[in-house]
């Protein structure tokens, strides 16, 4: 059964510091893994998907990358901004289960000012 | 594109009373949807998976007869929760799985049902 875990569980930084959110996934025979964002009481955002066959995604000042073999993935957040703080999920996609998504924990950021 | 609605965004019924929550994508076709509950602080949990013309099928530990899904159209997909008691109350999300944008296994999220049983 995959197991996806988010370090840390919640994080506090000044604006405009670099930061690297970590998932770790249990079994790497996935399809893709993506990063959402989440506000308080809302849905999810989708941020970066990358395939099981890429190494890394970036989008403005976020950069995603995967390492199947070790089953792990990273987001980068760039020069940090209040606006980013939101709660970051990450999601393991499953392979021959009907492109299930396994959940990580997620980690709360908060970017003060 | 790849918009995916629910409705209502927010809930409060009375304990025993049943309530629908709709799914849908807006343009797109998703023969594949997806029901998720989510807890205060918590991660999202998959509680069944939604096939468009066929039965869902449900994660170990979710209740087929309390949580009834129909999918009877490839936009539309119904979560009802029959005899809501307070420990139901959640937060709701579907998504739908896009046949092609960015893979062939994305899922589009909708924004969520609050769920409040008194």
């Known amino acids: 059964k995959q197991e996806v875990t988010q370090i840390p569980a919640a994080l506090s930084v000044p604006e405009g510091e670099n930061l690297v959110l970590n998932c770790s996934f249990t079994?790497?025979?996935?399809?893709?893994l993506q990063w959402f964002r989440q506000d308080p009481g809302k849905g999810l955002t989708s941020l970066l998907l990358?395939?099981?066959?890429?190494r890394e995604q970036t989008s403005g000042r976020l950069n995603a990358s995967l390492d199947k073999s070790s089953g792990r993935s990273t987001l980068y957040i760039a020069a940090s901004q209040p606006g980013d703080s939101a709660t970051y999920l990450c999601?393991?996609?499953?392979?021959?289960?009907?492109?299930?998504?396994?959940f990580g924990t997620g980690t709360r950021l908060q970017v003060t000012l | 594109g790849a918009v995916v609605s629910q409705h209502p965004s927010r809930v409060i019924c009375k304990s025993g009373t049943s309530v629908k929550i709709e799914c849908r994508s807006l343009?797109?076709?998703?023969?594949?949807m997806f029901w998720y509950r989510q807890f205060p602080k918590q991660s999202l949990m998959l509680m069944a998976t939604?096939?468009?013309?066929?039965?869902?099928?449900?994660e170990q530990g979710v209740e087929k007869d309390k949580f009834l899904i129909n999918h009877a159209s490839l936009t539309l997909s119904t979560l009802t929760v029959t005899s809501a008691h307070p420990e139901d109350s959640s937060f709701y999300i579907c998504?739908?799985?896009?046949?092609?944008?960015?893979?062939?296994?994305?899922?589009?999220f909708g924004p969520g049902t609050r769920l409040t049983v008194l």
């Open positions: 079994d790497s025979a996935i399809y893709n």
């Open positions: 990358i395939q099981s066959s890429q």
């Open positions: 939604s096939n468009e013309g066929s039965k869902a099928t449900y």
């Open positions: 343009d797109f076709q998703a023969t594949t």
């Open positions: 998504s739908a799985r896009h046949p092609g944008a960015g893979g062939p296994y994305e899922q589009f």
């Open positions: 999601a393991a996609c499953h392979t021959g289960t009907a492109s299930k998504l396994t």
